[in-house]
Structure formats: C-alpha cells, structure tokens
C-alpha cells in the first residue's frame, strides 16, 4: 500500500509560480505513472498532467499546458511547476500514482479511474 503526499500549495496573486509536490512511499521495485489532478467544489475533477515512470514522457491538459510543467525529482519525487497562474487554477489540487509495468500514463489518464493511490490534497487559491 502506497501512501502519497503532496505539498506546496497555497495562495497567490494572479501571474505568480507555485511549485507542488508529491512523494509517495515506501519506494518499491515497481513502476509507476503519476498524475495531477485538481478540483473545485461541484465540478468534476479535472486531469491535469501526467508523467510516467523515467519521466521521459508527459501529458498535459489544453488547460494548463504552456503553463504548467510536470517532472520527476527522483523514483517517488514528482514536481508541479505551476507558472502564469489564473483564478480559474484555484482548486484541490491530487497526485495519483498508478502501478502499471512499463510506467506509462494510461490513455484514459485524465479520468484518474485508472489511478491506484491517491493523496489528501493541496489547495491553491489564485487571486486576481
């Protein structure tokens, strides 16, 4: 059983960077696909990025790509630099990791149904 971890959120004025991040652990001989995902409160949680295990490949959603930048720190670090930020980002923002074989971001990744563990969460709040 995985226990993830996030951290770094918080409040910021409207241009400004934050930086999460998420670590999971106990580190494992496994592979895994790690995700980022936000939500506000009655909307449906959003799939934000996607990184997979050597960190090689990410995905982003249209909604923050240009903006946001997914990387892993180490084998259970991943960062979330957050640039450019907008009111619209204020959410819960999740990191989800998925065990799978060859550590890839699934096709359907943004649903996060494909996602094992999950973390509490961050909040960011963006003000303008």
């Known amino acids: 059983q995985l226990q993830v971890e996030e951290s770094g959120g918080g409040s910021v004025q409207e241009g400004d960077s934050l930086e999460l991040s998420c670590t999971y652990s106990?580190?494992?001989?496994?592979?895994?696909?790690t995700g980022w995902f936000r939500q506000v409160p009655g909307k449906e949680r959003e799939g934000i990025s996607c990184i997979n295990w050597s960190g090689g490949s990410t995905i982003y959603a249209a909604s923050v790509k240009g903006r946001f930048t997914i990387t892993r720190g180490s084998r259970n670090t991943i960062y979330l630099q957050m640039n450019n930020m907008k009111p619209e980002d204020t959410a819960m923002y999740y990191c989800?990791?998925?065990?799978?074989?060859?550590?890839?971001?699934?096709?359907?990744?943004?649903?996060?149904?494909?996602?094992?563990?999950w973390g509490q969460g961050t909040q960011v709040t963006v003000s303008s």
């Open positions: 989800a990791v998925r065990k799978t074989q060859y550590g890839y971001c699934p096709g359907s990744w943004s649903k996060g149904t494909d996602f094992d563990y």
């Open positions: 106990p580190l494992t001989a496994e592979t895994f696909a």
